[in-house]
């Protein structure tokens, strides 16, 4: 491989890692944003299980 061919070579592999780096930071943000989003869900969750349990009254739940 001549020295063109590995500069060519070089500046291909750092576009695909810039792409890949900006891929990776999309998915960690999502994956971030579904956590927050599954945590407010489960916290909601105890929620109407303890108004579902309140209101069953004594015994019933």
């Known amino acids: ?4 061919a590995l500069i060519n070579r070089i500046e291909t592999l750092e576009n695909q890692l810039m792409h890949l780096e900006a891929a990776l930071d999309e998915v ?6 579904q956590e927050s989003r599954l945590k ?3 916290a909601t969750i105890e929620r109407m299980e303890d ?3 309140s209101l069953a009254g004594p015994g019933m739940a």
């Open 1 to 4: 491989m001549d020295n063109n």
């Open 28 to 33: 960690t943000r999502t994956l971030l944003d």
């Open 40 to 42: 407010t869900q489960a």
């Open 51 to 53: 108004v579902i349990k």
